[in-house]
Nanobody
Framework: QVDLVESGGGSVQSGESLRLSCTTS????????MGWYRQASGKERELVAR???????EYDASVKGRFAVSRDADKNTLYLQMNSLKPEDTAIYFC??????????WGQGIPVTVSS
């Protein structure tokens, strides 16, 4: 089991920025993948961004060019830099990590609210 602790959410105005952090209990080099999902009220959880073990990144079309996913191996931390936030980005954001053939852990979820 890999434990995750998220931080950095909050309430902002449209156009502003936030950075989410997700600190893992396991070394980043041990993990096969890391990323972020979000779930808006009344909607299903959707993938926002992810980063593979080799460092490639992938983004949902709705956030491409505005969000950036990165990791710091020395701090065992995953980040999601969110710029030019929009009201439709309002959701609970969950980080996740994967390891081995089927291992997956989730963060506790952190709310992000964007007002127009």
């Amino acid at each position: 089991q890999v434990d995750l602790v998220e931080s950095g959410g909050g309430s902002v105005q449209s156009g502003e920025s936030l950075r989410l952090s997700c600190t893992t209990s396991e070394r980043v080099s041990y993990l096969t993948g890391m990323g972020w999902y979000r779930q808006a009220s009344g909607k299903e959880r959707e993938l926002v961004a992810r980063i593979g073990q080799a460092g490639y990144t992938e983004y949902d079309a709705s956030v491409k060019g505005r969000f950036a996913v990165s990791r710091d191996a020395d701090k065992n931390t995953l980040y999601l830099q969110m710029n030019s936030l929009k009201p439709e980005d309002t959701a609970i954001y969950f980080c996740y990590v994967t390891w081995g053939p089927r291992g997956r852990s989730w963060g506790q979820g952190i709310p992000v609210t964007v007002s127009s």
